[in-house]
């Protein structure tokens, strides 16, 4: 009998080609599967598959906790929230940096305030740096921060660029590359061996196709 895995997706801008991703093995997902359903469990018996559609910054929770065997989430969120998961792939999806940023000319005081989602990522970063600085967690619309002054700079993902130039912030320091990860529960990844590798063998023949294309 195969194992029935559980997946956490994360809702939001990973999710669409975290799906195509998925498509692309030889499991068939029905089409209607999608985002824009209120529905947060989504059963395919038929091919021995659950997925749970939750926040991105709650996926490796699920995960931690064993009610989900596999999560898709951000590099980012695995640096912020630093569960006991195992990362098994790099899903190549959804690549972004996660940077520094603030109005460009900005005289930074000697204890600048840095607004952020992902305060303990910026704490570190900016530890490291030698710099002291106050770190202001906010959950979304970060560019608002130093617009209105709140803030003197802030920690956030860069995808396009199009926020930040759109809201007259310029590109700092880029701390990191980030894309999203394919991460397991310990105890299912040791229970369900087989199933989960096999998976992993489809995704990463589909991530190794999509990069010669
Ligand atoms: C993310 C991030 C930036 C934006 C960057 O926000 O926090 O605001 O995307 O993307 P860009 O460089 O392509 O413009 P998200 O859309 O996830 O919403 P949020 O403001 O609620 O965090």
């Known amino acids: 009998m195969v ?26 997902i029905p089409e209607e599967f999608s985002e824009d359903s ?3 469990t989504i059963s ?20 931690e906790y064993g009610v989900a065997d596999l999560g898709v989430v951000g590099k980012d969120v695995l640096l912020e929230e630093d569960r006991d998961v195992y990362e ?25 305030r840095v607004a952020t989602k992902y305060p303990r990522i910026a704490k570190n970063y900016f530890k490291k740096q030698g710099q002291q600085v106050e770190v202001i967690r906010l959950s979304g619309s970060i560019e ?7 803030a ?10 199009r926020t930040l130039e759109e809201n007259g912030l310029v590109e700092l ?15 299912s990844y040791r229970m369900k061996a087989e199933r989960i590798t096999s998976l992993c063998d489809q995704l990463q023949q589909v991530i190794k196709e999509g990069a010669r294309v």
């Not at 598959?49 to 490796?60: A, E, G, M, R």
């Not at 003197?152 to 660029?161: H, Q």
Request: glycine fraction near 6%; include cysteine.
């Open 3 to 28: 194992d029935e895995l559980t997946i956490a997706m994360p809702k939001g801008r990973i999710f669409g080609e975290a799906l195509a991703l998925f498509r692309q093995t030889n499991l068939t």
């Open 38 to 40: 209120r529905k947060l």
């Open 44 to 63: 395919l018996p038929h091919i021995g598959l659950s997925f749970f559609l939750v926040k991105p910054i709650d996926v490796p929770t699920y995960v």
């Open 88 to 112: 098994l792939l790099d899903l190549k999806i959804s690549p972004c940096r996660l940077s520094v940023a603030g109005k460009p000319d900005w005289l930074v005081p000697l204890y600048p």
């Open 144 to 150: 608002l921060a130093p617009i209105v002054g709140l």
């Open 152 to 161: 003197d700079r802030i920690v956030d993902i860069v995808s396009t660029g």
């Open 173 to 187: 320091e880029v701390i990191g590359s980030i894309t999203s990860r394919l991460i397991a529960n310990r105890a």
